[in-house]
Protein backbone atom coordinates (compact mmCIF):
# COMPACT_ATOMS: atom_id res chain seq x y z
CA UNK A 1 0.00 0.00 0.00
CA UNK A 2 1.28 3.15 -0.96
CA UNK A 3 1.75 5.59 1.84
CA UNK A 4 2.97 8.83 2.34
CA UNK A 5 3.07 10.62 5.74
CA UNK A 6 4.59 14.19 6.55
CA UNK A 7 6.10 15.48 9.86
CA UNK A 8 3.83 17.56 12.49
CA UNK A 9 2.68 20.82 12.77
CA UNK A 10 5.03 23.61 13.64
CA UNK A 11 4.85 26.94 15.63
CA UNK A 12 7.59 29.05 14.89
CA UNK A 13 8.69 32.53 15.41
CA UNK A 14 9.95 35.02 12.30
CA UNK A 15 13.21 34.17 11.40
CA UNK A 16 13.70 30.74 12.47
CA UNK A 17 14.84 28.68 10.53
CA UNK A 18 12.39 24.69 10.08
CA UNK A 19 12.94 21.77 7.55
CA UNK A 20 9.41 19.73 7.39
CA UNK A 21 9.79 15.93 5.86
CA UNK A 22 7.47 13.56 4.02
CA UNK A 23 8.72 10.06 3.78
CA UNK A 24 7.04 7.57 1.10
CA UNK A 25 6.35 4.12 1.30
CA UNK A 26 4.98 1.07 -0.35
CA UNK A 27 6.30 1.64 -3.88
CA UNK A 28 9.99 2.28 -5.28
CA UNK A 29 10.82 5.26 -3.44
CA UNK A 30 13.96 6.74 -5.41
CA UNK A 31 11.79 6.12 -9.26
CA UNK A 32 9.01 8.62 -8.42
CA UNK A 33 8.94 12.44 -8.19
CA UNK A 34 7.65 14.16 -4.92
CA UNK A 35 6.13 17.09 -5.33
CA UNK A 36 5.59 19.99 -2.34
CA UNK A 37 2.51 22.19 -2.43
CA UNK A 38 1.48 24.97 -0.22
CA UNK A 39 -2.08 26.01 0.61
CA UNK A 40 -2.56 29.44 2.83
CA UNK A 41 -5.95 29.81 4.90
CA UNK A 42 -8.50 30.01 2.90
CA UNK A 43 -6.30 30.06 -0.49
CA UNK A 44 -6.05 27.96 -3.16
CA UNK A 45 -3.30 25.16 -4.14
CA UNK A 46 -0.14 26.42 -5.20
CA UNK A 47 3.10 24.16 -6.33
CA UNK A 48 6.27 25.12 -4.67
CA UNK A 49 8.83 22.59 -6.61
CA UNK A 50 9.29 18.71 -6.83
CA UNK A 51 12.67 16.64 -6.31
CA UNK A 52 13.16 13.64 -7.85
CA UNK A 53 15.35 11.42 -5.16
CA UNK A 54 16.44 8.98 -7.20
CA UNK A 55 19.37 11.85 -8.07
CA UNK A 56 18.08 15.13 -6.28
CA UNK A 57 17.11 16.69 -9.45
CA UNK A 58 15.45 19.96 -8.28
CA UNK A 59 12.93 21.89 -9.82
CA UNK A 60 10.99 25.08 -8.61
CA UNK A 61 8.58 27.07 -9.53
CA UNK A 62 9.60 30.83 -10.09
CA UNK A 63 7.44 32.04 -7.71
CA UNK A 64 9.32 30.19 -4.54
CA UNK A 65 12.84 29.89 -6.25
CA UNK A 66 15.44 30.93 -3.43
CA UNK A 67 12.47 31.19 -1.32
CA UNK A 68 13.29 27.24 -0.07
CA UNK A 69 15.06 24.07 -0.02
CA UNK A 70 13.79 20.63 -1.35
CA UNK A 71 15.94 17.95 -0.57
CA UNK A 72 15.66 14.00 -0.27
CA UNK A 73 17.39 11.24 1.66
CA UNK A 74 16.42 8.05 -0.54
CA UNK A 75 18.49 5.80 2.10
CA UNK A 76 15.21 6.58 4.50
CA UNK A 77 12.51 7.34 1.51
CA UNK A 78 12.25 10.70 2.84
CA UNK A 79 11.50 14.11 1.04
CA UNK A 80 12.48 17.94 2.88
CA UNK A 81 11.36 21.60 2.30
CA UNK A 82 12.84 24.22 4.17
CA UNK A 83 13.20 27.57 5.24
CA UNK A 84 16.23 29.31 6.32
CA UNK A 85 14.26 32.49 7.82
CA UNK A 86 11.05 32.13 8.31
CA UNK A 87 8.31 34.76 7.77
CA UNK A 88 4.75 35.44 8.96
CA UNK A 89 3.46 34.83 5.43
CA UNK A 90 4.95 31.53 5.60
CA UNK A 91 1.99 29.82 7.38
CA UNK A 92 0.05 27.50 5.41
CA UNK A 93 -0.64 23.99 5.49
CA UNK A 94 2.00 22.51 3.24
CA UNK A 95 1.17 19.35 1.49
CA UNK A 96 3.57 16.69 0.08
CA UNK A 97 2.53 14.19 -2.48
CA UNK A 98 3.77 11.55 -5.48
CA UNK A 99 4.03 12.22 -8.83
CA UNK A 100 2.41 8.94 -10.56
CA UNK A 101 2.75 7.31 -13.68
CA UNK A 102 1.59 10.45 -16.05
CA UNK A 103 3.41 14.00 -15.18
CA UNK A 104 0.62 15.77 -14.44
CA UNK A 105 -0.94 13.57 -11.69
CA UNK A 106 -0.01 13.70 -8.23
CA UNK A 107 -1.87 10.27 -6.97
CA UNK A 108 -1.16 10.20 -2.88
CA UNK A 109 -0.70 12.94 -0.90
CA UNK A 110 0.11 13.40 2.63
CA UNK A 111 -1.52 14.64 5.21
CA UNK A 112 -0.46 17.73 5.89
CA UNK A 113 1.67 20.01 8.08
CA UNK A 114 0.31 22.94 9.27
CA UNK A 115 3.25 25.93 9.97
CA UNK A 116 2.87 28.49 11.79
CA UNK A 117 4.58 31.56 12.02
CA UNK A 118 4.25 33.99 14.68
CA UNK A 119 5.97 36.48 17.31
CA UNK B 1 3.54 30.69 -17.26
CA UNK B 2 0.36 28.95 -18.32
CA UNK B 3 -2.95 30.50 -15.96
CA UNK B 4 -5.59 28.32 -15.68
CA UNK B 5 -8.93 30.17 -14.70
CA UNK B 6 -11.55 28.19 -13.42
CA UNK B 7 -15.40 29.23 -13.82
CA UNK B 8 -17.63 29.48 -12.03
CA UNK B 9 -16.23 30.61 -8.66
CA UNK B 10 -19.08 29.05 -7.21
CA UNK B 11 -21.91 26.48 -8.16
CA UNK B 12 -25.23 26.03 -5.92
CA UNK B 13 -27.13 22.33 -6.84
CA UNK B 14 -28.84 19.75 -5.44
CA UNK B 15 -28.17 15.95 -4.96
CA UNK B 16 -28.97 14.36 -7.94
CA UNK B 17 -27.96 17.24 -10.32
CA UNK B 18 -25.40 17.59 -13.12
CA UNK B 19 -22.58 19.55 -12.47
CA UNK B 20 -20.24 21.29 -14.92
CA UNK B 21 -16.98 23.11 -14.04
CA UNK B 22 -14.84 24.47 -16.56
CA UNK B 23 -10.85 25.67 -16.41
CA UNK B 24 -9.51 27.69 -19.24
CA UNK B 25 -5.74 28.01 -20.12
CA UNK B 26 -4.55 30.97 -21.39
CA UNK B 27 -2.62 28.68 -23.76
CA UNK B 28 -2.63 25.38 -24.58
CA UNK B 29 -1.50 22.74 -22.49
CA UNK B 30 0.85 20.89 -22.74
CA UNK B 31 -0.40 16.90 -24.18
CA UNK B 32 -3.37 18.00 -22.50
CA UNK B 33 -1.67 17.35 -19.01
CA UNK B 34 -4.60 18.34 -17.53
CA UNK B 35 -5.71 16.82 -13.87
CA UNK B 36 -8.65 17.46 -11.59
CA UNK B 37 -8.35 17.35 -7.43
CA UNK B 38 -11.21 17.22 -5.22
CA UNK B 39 -10.57 18.82 -1.56
CA UNK B 40 -12.91 18.51 1.47
CA UNK B 41 -12.61 20.73 4.63
CA UNK B 42 -9.40 19.67 6.49
CA UNK B 43 -8.53 17.06 3.88
CA UNK B 44 -5.34 16.81 1.14
CA UNK B 45 -6.44 17.15 -2.30
CA UNK B 46 -7.17 13.69 -4.12
CA UNK B 47 -6.48 13.26 -7.61
CA UNK B 48 -9.73 12.50 -9.87
CA UNK B 49 -8.55 13.10 -13.68
CA UNK B 50 -5.66 12.87 -15.08
CA UNK B 51 -4.76 13.53 -18.54
CA UNK B 52 -7.67 15.44 -18.98
CA UNK B 53 -9.95 12.50 -19.69
CA UNK B 54 -8.53 9.28 -17.69
CA UNK B 55 -9.69 8.91 -14.44
CA UNK B 56 -7.67 8.12 -11.58
CA UNK B 57 -7.78 4.70 -9.18
CA UNK B 58 -10.74 4.45 -7.29
CA UNK B 59 -12.40 7.02 -8.73
CA UNK B 60 -16.46 6.77 -9.33
CA UNK B 61 -17.65 6.76 -12.87
CA UNK B 62 -20.64 9.37 -12.52
CA UNK B 63 -17.17 11.87 -12.18
CA UNK B 64 -15.46 12.34 -15.77
CA UNK B 65 -13.33 15.01 -17.73
CA UNK B 66 -13.12 16.16 -21.21
CA UNK B 67 -11.41 18.94 -23.06
CA UNK B 68 -8.22 19.49 -25.09
CA UNK B 69 -5.77 22.63 -26.30
CA UNK B 70 -7.24 25.61 -24.11
CA UNK B 71 -10.69 24.37 -22.80
CA UNK B 72 -11.49 21.33 -20.27
CA UNK B 73 -14.36 20.58 -18.17
CA UNK B 74 -15.17 18.48 -15.47
CA UNK B 75 -18.63 17.12 -15.35
CA UNK B 76 -20.19 15.10 -12.56
CA UNK B 77 -23.58 13.25 -13.63
CA UNK B 78 -25.90 13.18 -11.24
CA UNK B 79 -24.27 14.88 -7.63
CA UNK B 80 -23.91 12.67 -4.32
CA UNK B 81 -24.25 14.32 -0.87
CA UNK B 82 -20.07 13.20 -1.04
CA UNK B 83 -19.27 15.28 -4.00
CA UNK B 84 -19.91 18.75 -2.36
CA UNK B 85 -16.32 20.41 -1.91
CA UNK B 86 -13.49 22.59 -3.72
CA UNK B 87 -12.60 21.56 -6.99
CA UNK B 88 -9.49 22.35 -8.65
CA UNK B 89 -7.52 21.98 -11.65
CA UNK B 90 -3.77 21.86 -12.38
CA UNK B 91 -1.56 21.99 -15.81
CA UNK B 92 2.44 20.48 -16.00
CA UNK B 93 4.25 21.93 -18.86
CA UNK B 94 7.81 22.83 -19.42
CA UNK B 95 8.50 21.12 -15.91
CA UNK B 96 5.85 23.36 -14.25
CA UNK B 97 2.39 23.29 -11.95
CA UNK B 98 0.36 25.36 -12.19
CA UNK B 99 -3.29 25.38 -10.30
CA UNK B 100 -6.56 26.81 -10.71
CA UNK B 101 -8.31 29.11 -8.12
CA UNK B 102 -10.89 26.54 -7.19
CA UNK B 103 -14.81 26.12 -7.97
CA UNK B 104 -16.64 25.19 -4.61
CA UNK B 105 -19.37 23.22 -5.01
CA UNK B 106 -22.14 24.03 -2.62
Known amino acids: EVQVVQSGAEVKKPGESLKISCQGSGYTFSTKWIGWVRQMPGKGLEWMGSIYPGDSETRYSPSFQGQVTISADKSITTVYLQWSRLKASDTAIYYCARRGASPDAFDFWGQGTVVTVSS | ?106
Open chain 2, 1 to 106: DIVLTQSPGTLSLSPGERATLSCRASRSVSNNYLAWYQQKPGQAPRLLIYGASSRATGIPDRFSGSGSGTDFTLTISRLEPEDFAVYYCQQYGRALYTFGLGTKLE
